[in-house]
C-alpha cells in the first residue's frame, strides 16, 4: 500500500553535529567559511584549483571527467589546510547514462519500488565518477501542461508526487549515505515554481496559503520527513518574494515549523538574480537577503563570496549565522562519508548500463507506458495474423529523443529505438517496413508523406510513432499550443484515409491536445519520453508480451483553454454536470442568457477533460466490485478497513493500479472534489479476482485549515476505490472527532 508520510512527528529543533564537524569549523577562518556556502562551476583551470587548494570553495557543479573530479578532491583533501572535500553537483534527473523514462513518466507507473531502484542506479552510475549529490527529485505540483518542466515533475497530485519523491530520495540516499554508491538528493524547487503564470516558465506565481499547504508544500513536507539531504529555494517570484529571498519559506516554515536540519541551496543564479526580480537594488542586497531569508549555499552566482565579508563588518549579519550554514555544509559531507575517502588510490572504474539495469530500464518505461485508447481490441497486435507492419514516424528510430529533456550525460548510441526492438522481437516473422513520415516532429514539409502512404497501404497494420522531440518540453521549453507539433496531425489524416488500422505510439514531455485525433486511429500508448530502453518497453506492450498498466499522473485537457485543469479541483457553487452542459454549436440564436445552465464550465468544449487522472486501458478487464468498510464511523484512534473485490475478466493477465479517493463534503474551507489518498498496484491473471485492502487512519483525512493548522474535521466522507479518478463505485463514512 503506498502512501504518503506527511504527518510524522517533527524531529528534534537541536540538530547535534560530529565533534569532527564542530572542531572542523573552530578552526576555520572567514574565507574558508564563506567558501564552503559557494558552489562554483567544475572545470580543469589552474584558477579553480587554486581556489581549492585555498579552501574557498564549497562544492562544484557540472564537472563530469572522473580525472578532473578525482585531482580536485585531491587537492581539496590533502592540499587545502583543513582538508574539506568538495559537494561535486549535477542534475541526475532520471538516469545518468542508462536514461529511465522521464519524471512524469516515472509517475505514470505508480511503482515506487521500481521508481527506487532506478533512482538506486542513476545514483550509483552517477557515484562511480565521483558525483556525489543529484539536484532531483523535482517535486513541483505540476498543472499546468504548457510549463516544460511538467516532464520533471510527479504530475497534478500531492499523494503521488510525494509517494515518487519519497521513493527517489530513497533510492539515491540509500540506507546509509556513506556507502559509495549513494548519492546525497535534493528536494526541489521549493515553492511554487510548478503555478508559473500560464506556464511560462520562471514566471510569477501566486498561490494563497491555503492552496499552498494542502497542495504545493505536502511533497516537500514528505521529502523533508524522509530524510532528503537537501532543498533547493526556486527561481520563482511567490506573492511578491522570490523564493531565495523568502524568510517566511526557508526559515519560518522550513527550518521552524518543519525542523529541516538539512541544506538549502539556491537555485542556479537565483540570490543573483533577485536584484534582477527588483527586490534588490545590489549584489550585496541580494546576499543579504537570501542569507537572512535561510539560503546555505549559493548556487553558480558569487554574491556570497564577494559580500558576506562587508556584510558582517558592517554587524548586518554575524559569524554564528555564517557558522550555522557552513555546519549544514560539513554536516553533509560527513554524513557522504567524504572524510573518509581514500582520494590518493585510483578511481573506480565507472560501471555504466549494467545489463540488470537495463533491465529496470525497461519495466520501469513499460510500467510507464498508458494505453489511452484500443478500439477494437487493435492491440496487442497478433504477429501470427500479421505479414507486414508499417512503422512510421520521426520519433521510431531516434534514440536520442526518446530520451527526453535534461540528460546531460545520455547517450543515444545505447537506445533502443522501437523500429530496432519490433525488428529483434518479430525476426523473420513479420516484414517491418519504416518511413520517417517527416524530417523532424515540428516538420510542416510534406515531402516523405507519399513514401509513408504507400508503406502503409502495402502493410497490414500501421504503427505510427509521433509526438515532442526532447527539446520541446524541459527548462524554458513552455508551450502555448499542446497539439502534436507540426504537420503531424495531416500525416494522420493521410495515413488513416487508407484505411489501414493505426497503433498511434506518442513519445512527449507533457500531455497532449490529442482530441483532433482520437477518431482517426484505432489505438494510442502515451509512452512520455521512455528513456534508452523505451524501444523494447513499447515493442513488449504492442505485441502483447505485457500489458499496458501506466495510468496519468496528470489530467489530458481537451483545448489548451482549458488549463488549469486537474481533478481534485473544487466543487464550487455551480458545478458543470451534463445535464446543464450546452455547446455553442447547439444553442438557438437568441437564447436567453438564463437557459445555458449556468454551470462553471466553457461554451465552446466539454467540461471534461480528454483523459482524466488515473486514467489508463489495460489488456486485462477489471471489475470492481464489494466496495466494503467496516465501519460507518470512525472515532479517534481507529482506522477505516476498506475492501473491495477486483476481478480480471478479460483475457490476458495484467497489473492494475488500484486507487483510493475520498471527498470529504464539508470543512471550514471548501475541500476538493476528490482526493487520492493511497493507490496499490496489483496482478491478477485473467480470470480471477482478488480483494484489495486498504487502511485509512484519520491523519489522511486532516487538511490545513482557514488558521492554517493541521486539522480533522468532522462529518461525512464519500469514498470511491477504482481503476482511475472517474470512479461510480462509492461508500460513506463519518469521522466522529475534530
Ligand atoms: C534548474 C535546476 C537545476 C540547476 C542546476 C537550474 O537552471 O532550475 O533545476 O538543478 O539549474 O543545473
Redesign the pocket.
Known sequence: MHKPSTFSSPKSAVHQYSKRVTELISRMNLQEKIGQLSQVMGNDSQQLAEDVAKGIVGSV??EVDPKTILKLQRIASQKSRLGIPLLV?R?VIHGFKTIFPIPLGQAASWDPELIKLAAGIAGSEAASIGINWT?AP?IDISRDPRWGRIA?SFGEDPVLSSVMGVSMIKGFQGENLKKSNYIAA?A??FVGYGASESGRDYCTTNIPENELRNIYLPPFKAAADAGVASF?SS?SDLDGLPASGNKWLLDTILRKEWQYPGLVVS??ESIAQLQIHGLTATPQESAFTAFDAGVDME?VSHTYRDHLTTLLNAGKITEQDIDSKVLRILDLKEKLGLFEVDFTADANQPVFYANKDLEIAKQLALKSCVLLQNNNQTLPLHPDQLNSIAVIGPLANDGYEQLGTWIFDGEAEYSVTLLNALRRDLGDAVEIKFAKGMTNTRSYGTDLFAESIRLAEQSDVVILCLGEESILSG?AHSRAELNLPGNQQLLIEEIAATGKSIVLVIMAGRPLTLEPIVDKVDSILFAWHPGTMGGPAISELLLGVSSPSGKLPVTFPRKVGQIPIYYNQKHTGKPSTESQFIHMDNIPERSPQTSLGMAATHLDTHFSPLYEFGFGLSYGRFEYSNLTLDKKSLDRGEKLHIKITVKNTGKYNAEEVVQLYIRDLVGSVTRPVKELKQFKRICINAGSSQVVEFELAPTELAFYNRNMELTNEAGKFHLWVSGSSSSELMAEFELTHD
Open positions: 557543479i557540472n553537483g542534475d539536484f523535482m520533471e535534493c526541489k524547487h533547493m527561481f537555485d542556479w548556487m527548462e
